[in-house]
């Protein structure tokens, strides 16, 4: 019948019938780390962190695994120093009441992370975050 062909087929991908352990933890701490060592050349890099980060951190979110807090520091975690620095830069002139123990809203962060990378290409990345290994 369909339904034990259905329940096979499921079995052979683990995770695949619970939501409950799709992320944890340790896949955003690992996407953060693998991200902080990239220096963002362009908005095409910025998307793919984007969307992995959010995709992951999104979940943990609405899991309640993680705090709103904790998302906005690890998603400013992930970026290399250099930008990090550039990017609280921006953000002390566009926020410039801000206290400095809070974490930023994710919305300031994206706006400020784009106004950093105006200008540069969408395309696809010149290092990709697949590419780079972890040591």
């Known amino acids: 019948s369909y339904e034990a062909f259905k329940t096979e087929v499921l079995g052979l991908y683990p ?4 939501d409950d352990r799709r992320y944890s933890r340790t896949d955003l701490e690992l996407l953060v780390d693998r991200s902080s ?3 963002l050349k362009n908005r095409a890099q910025f998307g793919e962190y984007y969307r992995e980060f959010n995709r992951i951190s999104s979940w943990l979110v609405q899991k309640q695994k993680i705090s709103k807090h904790e998302q906005s520091r690890e998603f400013m975690r992930g970026f290399e120093p250099a930008f990090r620095e550039r990017l609280i830069g921006r953000l002390q ?6 206290y400095p123990e809070d974490p930023y809203e994710m919305k300031e962060l994206l ?6 990378l105006a200008g540069t290409s969408a395309e696809a990345p010149v290092v990709a ?4 290994t972890s040591d």
């Open 111 to 116: 706006d400020a992370s784009n106004w950093l």
């Open 37 to 39: 060592k990239i220096a």
């Open 93 to 98: 002139i566009k926020v410039s009441d801000h």
């Open 15 to 18: 995770g695949a019938t619970s």
């Open 129 to 132: 975050l697949s590419d780079v």
